[in-house]
């Protein structure tokens, strides 16, 4: 017992530590307040280590005051920072999902600051936030009008819950849609206060069964949830949107359909996948559509909704709609990204996400050739190749398409795969990689060419420091 209580009076005390000249000089760049509670919260820290384990060691002076400093630094770290997406995977939901164009991100930099986002200047009234996205929408997309929300989920629920309060809404079984995150579409009905009624089997639904729904029970509208994140394959029918349409204008009720993905350029653009797009849901008459901002279309985090402009005007009038809005540096980055649009070439050329899901197969394999080159003549200590693989869109879109690619394949010399992947996520810029048969793969569909250096740098650094 004696021997802790000496071994604790050797801890030294807060004023003492702080006037030590590596904390001296901290205190000119973290303020005194800073560097005395680090300092506080690091002994006390220690007082509690040296108390449950007897045999340890009270550290340096020397020592104590890099923890203290290593402590401040990290605390100093921002908790969102950049990081190098080498997964394959074009829409990472933990990664951010969609990487904006440059052109998206300036504009986010510009409406940082005061901006006229509800300030119609020419005329010096007040103006909306709406106007800024809906004409752009209405003109790529060939609706009436738009608006836009959140996310997608927010779109839906502002949908359900201005459409069908207390009212029906027929679902079929097979599209009652888990997205991940807590997003379910049963639950979002829940919400929405619509009664959710599911018609069919998993399988199989038939126009009959929302036929039954609508002469039966109030309805306030059908309702078709694109399966963006599985298919259900075999033995199986869905009615079509086409079919969903006729049905529903019969009996006055408005067709949404929940697109998931958003892909809104001509199908014939999209020729690495199997997606319906926005035009075409719109042309097969569904009189509302919803989908992500974050998905195929390649923008920021947003829910948006088109169609039949006395649906979307009834929705904007909700309460629930403020409630849902979006802020202005996601409209910025929204419209943005939408100008691309206008010309399909330049939206496959600028938009990152199209970027990397139209790259051709010969040019991945050139780009992943390259890094190759850098690895090899560099002093990493590893084994590098360039390996064919297939990598998912991700982002909950076409689930059962695999695009091809290629990957570096890097099997390090001084330590096991795991540890590589582990070291890598420890970089500066961490870079997140995969593990495929014990070989960790770069895979080059989703790096930027301008990060190949600092991927090189950080990947020999690794070695040599695990070396020594
Ligand atoms: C992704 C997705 C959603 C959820 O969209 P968020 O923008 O993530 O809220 C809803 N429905 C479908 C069909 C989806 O694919």
């Known amino acids: 017992m004696d021997s802790r209580k000496n071994r604790l009076r050797t801890i030294p005390q807060v004023d003492f530590l702080i006037r030590q000249p590596q904390l001296m000089q901290a205190q000119t760049h973290f303020g005194s307040t800073r560097v005395v509670s680090a300092a506080r919260a690091y002994l006390q820290h220690l007082r509690k280590q040296l108390l449950q384990e007897t045999d340890r060691e009270v550290p340096s002076l020397k020592s104590i005051c890099k923890a203290v400093l290593d402590q401040l630094e990290q605390l100093e770290k921002p908790a969102l920072y950049r990081v190098i997406n080498a997964t394959g995977v074009a829409l990472h939901t933990n990664l951010g999902r969609a990487p904006l164009a440059k052109s998206a991100i300036k504009a986010v930099v510009t409406a940082a600051g ?192 088109l169609g039949k402009r006395e649906l979307i005007e009834q929705m904007r009038k909700n309460p629930l709609a403020r409630a849902l809005r979006m802020d202005k540096l996601s409209l910025a980055a929204l419209e943005a990204t939408l100008r691309l649009y206008r010309d399909p070439e330049q939206a496959k050329r600028e938009l990152p996400v199209l970027q990397m899901l139209c790259t051709s197969k010969q040019e991945l394999r050139e780009k992943a050739n390259t890094l190759l080159l850098l690895l090899k003549h560099s002093d990493a200590h590893a084994q590098f190749s360039v390996l064919a693989v297939s990598r998912p869109v991700g982002g909950g879109a076409a689930p059962c398409q695999e695009l091809d690619s290629f990957a570096v394949a890097v099997m390090p010399q001084t330590m096991s795969v795991t540890e590589l992947e582990q070291h890598l996520r420890g970089c500066v810029v961490p870079i997140i990689a995969r593990i495929s048969e014990g070989r960790l793969l770069l895979d080059v569909s989703t790096i930027e060419t301008c990060d190949f250096s600092l991927i090189v740098d950080q990947i020999a650094k690794i070695g040599k420091e695990s070396a020594q």
């Open 114 to 305: 005061c901006c006229n986002l509800e300030y119609d200047v020419e005329n010096g009234r007040r103006g909306s936030r709406n106007d800024l996205v809906e004409p752009l929408l209405c003109e790529i997309c060939g609706c009436e009008a738009a608006m836009a929300v959140n996310n997608n989920a927010a779109a839906l629920l502002l949908a359900l819950s201005t459409l069908s309060p207390g009212r029906h809404v027929p679902v079929s079984r097979g599209e009652l849609v888990e997205i991940g995150d807590s997003f379910r579409v049963p639950e979002i009905m829940g919400q929405s206060g619509a009664v959710l009624t599911e018609v069919g089997t998993t399988n199989k639904t038939k126009l009959s069964d929302y036929k039954t729904v609508l002469n039966t029970k109030p309805t306030g509208l059908l309702l078709k949830v694109h399966t963006s994140n599985y298919r259900v394959v075999g033995f199986t029918q869905q009615v079509s949107v086409r079919d969903l349409s006729v049905l529903a204008k019969a009996h006055n009720v408005p067709l949404l359909v929940d697109l998931g993905s958003g892909a809104v350029l001509e199908k014939s653009q999209y020729s690495f996948m199997d997606e319906p797009t926005v035009p075409q849901i719109l042309a097969d008459g569904a009189d509302l559509v919803c989908f992500s901002g974050d998905k195929l279309l390649g923008g920021p985090q947003a829910g948006i909704l």
